[in-house]
């Protein structure tokens, strides 16, 4: 079946305007995450959406970054005022919730701020 | 705090050659473990999964195991391949929110 998806793959943009990510879960999972992977450095989270709950927040790094989760599925990760230290790779990825806890990934969006 | 630290940072060794990789993580209380394999370019792939009352899980030429009370799993390779190549990273997940504390990776490369 098919896996999370996001787009776009790659996304070059100037400094101080504003970017819109967007991550595609596997159908039917409820739990979704946001992850940035910065060059030379490891994951970090940044957001989790679980069903209606309200979002754990507690890893984006500004009040630039926003994420929402529209009916369930589709998430968008928006960067406002986008900086040069935003440059990285941005991970989504789709839990089935209930008793399973394995992780399935995107493949991520390539974020260059010039 | 929950950190992961993965030793080591890099490694190169001929084909064929059996290996370890290890992955430490500093509060024992996981949920489960998670080795992953990440490719320049592209997204990560999950090779094993090893939930908090499991010893180790076994994928083809891959075993992973979990020692919680010393805060240590390691990944096993046997007959490395140049295909094997890859950064390879761990992560744990904990009850808190299951967001995964990650690793910084090994390096792998298999020469021919």
């Known amino acids: 079946g098919a896996g999370v998806s996001q787009s776009p793959s790659n996304k070059v943009t100037e400094k101080g305007k504003d970017v819109e990510l967007r991550c595609d879960p596997i159908?039917?999972?409820?739990?979704l995450y946001w992850y940035r992977q910065s060059l030379g450095q490891g994951l970090e989270f940044l957001i989790y959406?679980?069903?209606?709950?309200?979002?754990?927040k507690s890893g984006l790094p500004s009040d630039r970054f926003s994420a929402e989760r529209t009916g369930g599925s589709v998430s968008t990760l928006t960067i406002q005022r986008t900086q040069q230290e935003d440059s990285a790779v941005y991970l989504c990825?789709?839990?089935?919730?209930?008793?399973?806890?394995?992780?399935?990934f995107g493949p991520g969006t390539r974020l260059t701020v010039t | 705090k929950q950190e992961v630290t993965q030793i080591p940072a890099a490694l190169s060794v001929p084909e064929g050659e059996n290996l370890v990789l290890n992955c430490s993580f500093t509060?024992?209380?996981?949920?489960?473990l998670q080795w992953f394999r990440q490719d320049p370019g592209k997204g990560l792939t999950s090779l094993l999964l090893?939930?908090?009352s499991q010893r180790e899980q076994t994928s083809g030429r891959l075993n992973a195991s979990l020692d919680k009370s010393s805060g240590r799993s390691t990944l096993y390779i046997a007959a490395s391949q140049p295909g094997d190549s890859a950064t390879y990273l761990c992560?744990?997940?904990?009850?808190?929110?299951?967001?995964?504390?990650w690793g910084a990776g090994t390096k792998l490369i298999i020469k021919p």
């Open positions: 990825a789709s839990r089935a919730g209930g008793g399973s806890h394995e992780q399935y």
């Open positions: 159908s039917g999972h409820t739990a």
């Open positions: 959406f679980q069903g209606n709950s309200a979002p754990d």
């Open positions: 509060d024992s209380a996981i949920y489960n």
């Open positions: 090893i939930q908090s």
């Open positions: 992560a744990c997940t904990y009850y808190s929110n299951y967001q995964l504390i």
